[in-house]
């Protein structure tokens, strides 16, 4: 076998093995897109399953969705709003915080990066208790603020920040002082518009982070206007009754928010991952 033919070999066997993988990603959106056009009762007595009887299938999910006497909306409106200031606060925040580790030298700059990377070995399950009493203290409960504010300085994000930003030479930095900007001037008008694909990598990271964020809201939420989208659909199931019709189409649409963020920003996501892992 020459060498073409050894590399064909191995592009075929690439192509096949990415389309397997792409074709179990997708199974299960397809098995829930199948199941939101059959009544809530199938689920409960067939569950998911690939089998399209075009016989039981019809609108009725969808004009249940759209018309029908429910909270979903409110609850889907919900973690939109929740979604957009926590990408919003976490990018700006630890953009700063990136910013202050990569580009100056100041006393215990060694340390409290330690301690950055040591939050990022600690599970939210830990400081859970901590953070919750920490949240009642400061009267916070059931607001949106106490789902917020306590990821905003997210870890990793910080982190992503410092490795992207130690690329970009500080030469530009200095050339920025000599013409008189000052230092947030030369954070907005020289440094962010270079950051583009660190911001598009960390917005759809952050952003399916908080979308499908469940077990922080489900501790300090009590009112159920105030539900996000997640813990609005795990209350259609309960002991006294299920509404499996709306739980299916519901989660149908909940795909769409984070599909259309990744559209969004996938231009420069690759290229935002990428630079943020090989500097050093």
Known sequence: MNRSM?????????????????????????VLFIASFKPGGDLLQYGLNLDLNISRMNLDNYIL??????????????????????????????????YGFAAYDFKGKKFLFILVLLILSIPLE???????????????????????????????????????????????????????????????????PLMKPAFSAMAILNGMNAWNNYLWPLLVIRSSEKYPL??????????????????????????????????AFQKYFIEGMMAGAVKG
């Open 230 to 263: 997640t813990l609005g659909l795990n209350t259609l199931i309960n002991p006294y009754g299920d509404n499996y019709s709306l739980l299916i189409v519901g989660s149908v649409f909940s795909v769409i928010p984070i599909f259309l963020l990744f559209v």
């Open 126 to 192: 830990v400081v859970m208790l901590p953070l919750y009493k920490q949240i009642s203290s400061w009267k916070m409960m059931d607001s949106y603020g106490a789902i917020v504010l306590p990821f905003l300085a997210h870890a990793s994000t910080i982190f992503f920040f410092r490795q992207y930003l130690l690329s970009i030479p500080r030469s530009l930095m200095e050339a920025g002082r000599i013409d008189g900007a000052t230092e947030y001037g030369i954070f907005y008008r020289l440094i962010v």
């Open 6 to 30: 050894k590399k064909c070999t191995v592009t075929a066997a690439f192509y096949l093995i990415f389309t397997l993988l792409a074709a179990g990603i997708f199974l299960p959106i397809w």
């Open 65 to 98: 969705l759209f018309s029908g006497q429910h909270e979903y909306w409110s609850w889907f409106f919900n973690s939109i709003i929740l979604t957009v200031i926590t990408v919003s606060g976490t990018l700006l925040i630890s953009s700063f915080v990136g």
